[in-house]
Nanobody
Framework: QVQLVESGGGLVQAGGSLRLSCVATGNIFTINTMGWYRQAPGKQRELVASITSGNNPNYADSGNGRFTISRDNAKNTVYLRMNSLKPEDTAVYYC?????????????WGQGTQVTVSS
């Protein structure tokens, strides 16, 4: 099993910044992808950004240019630096790790951290 614990959410004014962190523990394989998703009230969960264990990032259009994802493989930790935050960035942000085991892609989720951006 894999456990993910997020931190760093909070309330920030528009234009401000936050850094989210997520620590993964448990049975983590060398090759995996970690990422951040978000879910706003009444909306579906959506990808924000992801990064492979080889440090290849991928960004959704919503955060491209404002958000930076990074990871520390030695600490099994992924970060999301969010700059120039907008009220529409308000959501619960979830950490995700996916890895293959016996050919099956397995997804693990954190409990989420609330990000609220005031106008």
């Amino acid at each position: 099993q894999v456990q993910l614990v997020e931190s760093g959410g909070g309330l920030v004014q528009a234009g401000g910044s936050l850094r989210l962190s997520c620590v993964a523990t448990g049975n983590i394989f060398t090759i995996n992808t970690m990422g951040w998703y978000r879910q706003a009230p009444g909306k579906q969960r959506e990808l924000v950004a992801s990064i492979t264990s080889g440090n290849n990032p991928n960004y959704a259009d919503s955060g491209n240019g404002r958000f930076t994802i990074s990871r520390d493989n030695a600490k099994n930790t992924v970060y999301l630096r969010m700059n120039s935050l907008k009220p529409e960035d308000t959501a619960v942000y979830y950490c995700n790790l996916n890895q293959r085991r016996a050919g099956i892609l397995r997804n693990y989720w954190g409990q989420g951290t609330q990000v609220t951006v005031s106008s």
